[in-house]
């Protein structure tokens, strides 16, 4: 007698389940990164982290894969994996392309952005000064990149924009040095010029927007290298 063959929807469902948990495992352990849980220079155990996230340790090994090709982690000799630590010169060359790369996605964006991205702009400005307001950093954070992806998107560029989310990506835990810096210090400037932004963009003003996204990213490089060089 033959053997039972799984239907292909069983087969499927079975691989997509591996690739689910890894999915989250990632997720879980790029947020931990984000938030300083896992700071940098960590060791990643992978037996260590499948216990702090419950699962096995195959899942968490194809995670960490992946944050190593994202550029959140690397292989440290002796060590393994480990959370990727920047020094002050590499960072300060990170900020200086995003101010390239970001600049240069207002400058396309502003006119070509629709009523329904102003709209959704202006409710990712509001939402962002309510975390502010909560002192909730990583959702201010969120909502901020979420602002600022959605006008991007509006260059037409997706090259660009995936550029602009890799640096994010890699430049997270330091933004949130930066703001929880920023916020100690009740200082507004992290926060301000988001409104203006949008202001600019709906005026359809290409100089006054770039302008405003070029000296917001100085100003957040400055913060950032002030807190790195005194911590």
Avoid at 20 to 35: E, G, K, N
Avoid at 69 to 98: N, Q
Avoid at 130 to 148: C, I, S
Wanted: glycine share 4%; charged share 25%; proline share 4%.
């Amino acid at each position: 007698m033959p053997s039972p063959t799984l239907e292909p929807s069983v087969l499927n469902e079975a691989a997509a389940e591996p690739k689910l948990v890894a999915d989250q495992v990632y997720a879980r352990l790029s947020d931990a990164i984000f938030s300083g849980e896992l700071p940098a220079g960590s060791r990643l155990r992978v037996r260590d982290l499948a216990e702090m996230v419950g699962t096995s340790v195959m899942p968490v090994r194809e995670a960490v894969r992946r944050l190593e090709e994202a550029g959140l982690a690397t292989r440290s000799p002796h060590k393994g994996a480990v959370v990727k630590k920047f020094t002050i010169a590499e960072l300060m060359h990170i900020y200086d392309v995003r101010s390239l790369l970001e600049v240069e996605a207002t400058r396309l964006a502003v006119l070509n952005v629709s009523e329904a991205d102003l709209v959704y702009m202006r409710s990712a400005c509001e939402r962002m000064e309510e975390a502010v307001a909560t002192r909730q950093v990583n959702d201010a954070l969120d909502w901020d990149e979420r602002l600022l992806r959605r006008l991007y998107s509006a260059s037409r560029n997706p090259v660009l924009c995936n550029l602009i989310d890799m640096l994010w990506i890699q430049c997270r835990a330091y933004k949130v040095i930066g703001a929880t810096a920023a916020l100690a210090a009740d200082d507004g400037s992290l926060w301000t010029p988001q409104p203006s932004l949008v202001q600019a963009v709906t005026s359809r003003d290409v100089s006054g927007a770039v302008e405003i996204t070029r000296a917001s990213l100085v100003s957040a490089r400055r913060r950032l290298e002030d807190n790195l060089a005194t911590s």
